[in-house]
């Protein structure tokens, strides 16, 4: 079955977010659970021109990579009804449009019930994309998204927020790639300026 066939059939749809969906999802929906989907690492490889950072100086953000022995944490929403294609105007244009990313089906496991997977629509920016800035040292992303803005806020902003969240709702989990590019940010931007772009 094709991909928009699939998503045409649904009545209802969950959507997998990872990184700025997880606070600020801006989309009506039926309710949202905290699980993870298995197969992928969450790392900070992708460009930003838009949303965090512009073209003289692209933001870093974070896309899923493939890897048999990681997961990744996060919020699935779902959407019904009307809400599913509102939701999808929006996030073809906040994601894809913007972004660069493309949609995948990855099977997500909530927290509440880590039984039954559920299938869910995700975003993916490839390597194949022209803003994709790859691996990266803590410090060098650190640099990159200390001195970053866009049209929806500042790079540190971008970061520190996801790690609240995976402080927060996942304590458990232990981020090595987030926390460290978190706390080089944190070793080059003064607190209170941190505070402050935040606001």
């Not at 930003?48 to 692209?58: N, Q, S, V």
């Not at 990681?70 to 779902?78: D, R, S």
């Not at 089906?105 to 995700?122: K, Y």
């Not at 927020?161 to 003064?190: G, N, W």
């Amino acid at each position: 079955m094709k991909h928009q066939d699939m998503i045409n059939e649904q009545r209802s749809l969950w959507v997998f977010g990872y990184g700025s969906l997880v606070w600020r999802p801006d989309f009506k929906f039926k309710r949202s659970k905290v699980g993870y989907i298995q197969g992928y690492k969450r790392r900070f490889w992708h460009g930003d021109t838009f949303h965090r950072g512009d073209i003289d100086m692209p933001g870093r953000v974070v896309t899923l990579v493939e890897d048999d022995d990681a997961c990744t944490w996060g919020v699935a929403y779902e959407v019904t009804g009307s809400q599913i294609e509102e939701s999808l105007k929006y996030l073809n244009v906040r994601e894809s449009e913007c972004g660069g990313y493309i949609t995948k089906w990855v099977e997500f496991i909530s927290r509440e019930d880590s039984h039954t997977p559920i299938l869910a629509l995700t975003y993916i920016a490839t390597a194949s994309n022209p803003i994709y800035q790859g691996p990266a040292s803590p410090e060098e992303i650190a640099a990159q998204i200390a001195v970053c803005k866009g049209k929806t806020g500042h790079n540190i902003e971008y970061l520190l927020r996801l790690a609240q969240f995976m402080k927060r709702y996942c304590p458990e989990v232990e981020d090595d790639h987030l926390f460290s590019i978190e706390a080089a940010t944190l070793a080059l931007v003064p607190y209170l300026l941190v505070s402050k772009q935040m606001m």
